[in-house]
């Protein structure tokens, strides 16, 4: 293990940002818990992939609006690398582009459960382990949420806009409330970033085909998110809190 090294919690970090973020966190030699919720190939991937860049890793399967295994989570970190440095609440999810009038309620739940819900479940927990002495390193806590949150998303998932505004609320109060524990909470809203998220919602194409709608006339990497979050988990950002960073391309 790096002297020194910090331990971070990524939750939903198998595929797409959250894995880019924990190979950077590898590659600052971090320790790294991997939380996911159901596909272990691809979680021990990521795991074997931040020991190759020089971090540590463990996985953990656990659904993010699920307060026990959020709790298991942190207990397990705690006990493969003592102390908790960061947290990042990167799971989440997007449903099928709709108009509000055509969404189910079942729909909606499961993404106010997962983007929100779960969101605070994943804060209270760091709010609760991770203060320390404010002669010490701060702890970082990074929430992803997304430009969606000032876009608004008409026309195709105003509830996903919805939730990620809650996130971007959730950040500017927790800031404060936790400042005086030396805990930095930030946001990071990204743009259109080429992942898996949007086959999910049943638009695999669709960071491409909006980019001409881009000012930079391209989707995001993944990598390039994850960058901005090790920035803000790490000692170079220690007076930023409060803020919320758009990784957008200028969208
Ligand atoms: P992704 O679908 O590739 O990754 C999301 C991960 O979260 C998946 O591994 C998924 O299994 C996991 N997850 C979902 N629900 C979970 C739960 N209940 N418990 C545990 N894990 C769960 O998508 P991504 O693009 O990497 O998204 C990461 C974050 O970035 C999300 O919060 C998303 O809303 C946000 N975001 C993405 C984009 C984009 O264009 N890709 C833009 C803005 C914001």
């Known amino acids: 293990m790096t002297a020194n090294a910090k331990t971070i919690i990524i939750t939903?970090?198998?595929?797409?940002?959250?894995?880019?973020?924990?190979?950077?966190?590898?590659?600052?030699?971090?320790?790294?818990a991997i939380n996911y919720r159901s596909d272990d190939a691809m979680a021990?991937?990521?795991?074997?992939?931040?020991?190759?860049?020089?971090?540590?890793?463990?996985t953990h399967r656990g659904d993010a609006t699920d307060e026990a295994a959020t709790i298991a989570l942190f207990d397990a970190t705690e006990a493969a690398f003592g102390r908790i440095d960061g947290v990042v609440v990167n799971a989440g999810i997007v449903a099928p582009g709709l108009e509000l009038a055509d969404m189910t309620v079942a729909r909606m739940r499961q993404v106010i459960d997962t983007n929100v819900l779960g969101?605070?479940?994943?804060?209270?927990?760091?709010?609760?382990?991770?203060?320390?002495?404010?002669?010490?390193?701060s702890a970082s806590l990074v929430l992803i949420s997304s430009v969606a949150a000032r876009l608004g998303s008409p026309g195709e998932y105003v509830d996903y806009a919805a939730s990620k505004g809650a996130?971007?609320?959730?950040?500017?109060?927790?800031?404060?409330?936790?400042?005086?524990?030396?805990?930095?909470v930030n946001a990071i809203r990204p743009g259109l970033i080429d992942t898996d998220i949007h086959a999910s919602g049943g638009a695999p194409?669709?960071?491409?085909?909006?980019?001409?709608?881009?000012?930079?006339?391209r989707p995001g990497t993944a990598a390039e998110v994850g960058e901005a979050i090790v920035w803000l988990l790490g000692d170079g950002a220690s007076y930023a809190t409060g803020a919320i960073l758009d990784v957008?391309?200028?969208?």
């Open 119 to 137: 969101a605070l479940i994943c804060a209270r927990e760091s709010a609760r382990r991770l203060a320390r002495p404010t002669d010490e390193a």
């Open 167 to 184: 996130i971007d609320t959730l950040t500017l109060g927790l800031s404060r409330e936790l400042a005086p524990k030396n805990i930095r």
């Open 205 to 217: 194409d669709r960071a491409q085909r909006l980019a001409p709608q881009i000012p930079m006339q």
């Open 12 to 32: 939903g970090a198998s595929r797409g940002i959250g894995r880019a973020a924990a190979l950077l966190c590898g590659a600052q030699g971090w320790n790294v």
């Open 44 to 58: 021990n991937r990521t795991a074997d992939d931040v020991r190759a860049a020089g971090g540590q890793a463990i």
């Open 248 to 251: 957008s391309g200028g969208r």
